[in-house]
T-cell receptor
């Protein structure tokens, strides 16, 4: 069974530039999460989707961050414009929410903003 | 509010020695508890989980954890550490299925020869 796929794995951009991250969850997992992991910290939720609906986006900085999950499968997280403080690892996870809260994580995208 | 505390930022253990990583949580109801491991440049891999039932749970790679409700703890143990166990370990707590996990800040494990 394929795991959670994320791309790109690494991204380096200049501040004020836009950037996008892509996530493909495990097949059949209806819940998708985007987490932010700063250096030396545990992951923190940015947004959670149930199918195509964003059910928890309270921690998403909506002035510069946006996300979508078209057709309830793949998801894209965008930052525009990026700031120096956005340098972090962006993790995508998925779960089969009707069963357990066991979440499966992708390898993450490491963003560096210069 | 839900929270997870991992008191030890960094632990060094000799190869072959036993290991215990501490985790304390704050949660209003019976929590779902998890331990994840993260190697450099990698995502998080689930080691084990507790939902209900037997309070001693077995996981992958020879790890186990014990849920102690009275102490609000979920400590991770391994009887004999291998050099490949060097990594970052995260304890997490969650509510019912489909909700976000709350993570601790992690414990970095180094293994000396």
């Amino acid at each position: 069974e394929a795991g959670v796929v994320q791309s790109p794995r690494y991204k380096i951009i200049e501040k004020k530039q836009p950037v996008a991250f892509w996530c493909n969850p495990i097949s059949g997992h209806n819940t998708l999460y985007w987490y932010l992991q700063n250096l030396g910290q545990g992951p923190e939720l940015l947004i959670r989707y149930e199918n195509e609906e964003a059910v928890d986006d309270s921690q998403l900085p909506k002035d510069r961050f946006s996300a979508e999950r078209l057709k309830g499968v793949d998801s894209t997280l965008k930052i525009q414009p990026a700031e120096l403080g956005d340098s972090a690892v962006y993790l995508c996870a998925s779960s089969l929410s009707l069963v357990t809260n066991e979440q499966f994580f992708g390898p993450g995208t490491r963003l560096t903003v210069l | 509010a839900q929270s997870v505390t991992q008191p030890d930022i960094h632990i060094t253990v000799s190869e072959g020695a036993s290991l215990e990583l501490r985790c304390n949580y704050s949660y209003g109801a019976t929590p779902y508890l998890f331990w994840y491991v993260q190697s450099p440049g990698q995502g998080l891999q689930l080691l084990l989980k507790y939902f209900s039932g037997d309070t001693l749970v077995q996981g992958i790679k020879g790890f186990e954890a014990e849920f102690k409700r009275s102490q609000s703890s979920f400590n991770l143990r391994k009887p004999s550490v291998h050099w490949s166990d060097a990594a970052e370990y995260f304890c997490a707590v969650g509510a019912q299925a489909g909700t976000a996990l709350i993570f601790g800040k992690g414990t970095t494990l180094s293994v000396s020869s």
